[in-house]
């Protein structure tokens, strides 16, 4: 595919990919790290700087909430855990994915056509 053509900024969904990892319980930023990558947004591992700067705007937005978590060998890792609010965000981010996906298939539809 050529450079000019495709999404743009490889962190547009990072916000939706975090709260949607976040669905399945508490993690730590490393855990989403891996997740993330599993819903095709991303090429290539994200930075690890890219998640947590998204996991701190998310928190001062009210979206996520976190705690240390001392259990456990090794040092305190900070935990995670999707708000009230980061559910509705979600869901907001669910219908305009929906709205987009329909609008992008009829796009492809029509190209297909010719």
């Known amino acids: 595919m050529s450079e000019k053509a495709g999404p743009g900024k490889q ?3 990072m916000q939706p990919s975090i709260l949607m990892a976040l669905l399945d319980g508490r993690s730590h930023g490393y855990e989403l790290l891996q997740q993330i990558g599993e819903y095709g947004f ?3 591992d994200a930075p690890p700087g890219m998640i947590y700067r998204h996991l ?3 928190e001062d937005e009210g979206l996520v ?11 305190a890792k900070r935990v ?3 708000t009230d609010e980061g559910r509705e965000v979600l ?7 929906e709205r987009h996906a ?3 298939l009829a796009f492809v539809e029509r190209y297909k056509k010719r």
């Open 11 to 13: 962190d547009r969904y």
């Open 42 to 44: 991303l090429k290539g």
């Open 56 to 58: 701190r705007q998310m």
């Open 65 to 75: 909430a976190s705690q240390w978590d001392a259990s456990g060998s090794g040092p």
């Open 80 to 82: 995670y855990a999707i």
């Open 91 to 97: 869901d907001a981010w669910v219908g305009y994915m």
């Open 102 to 104: 329909a609008s992008l």
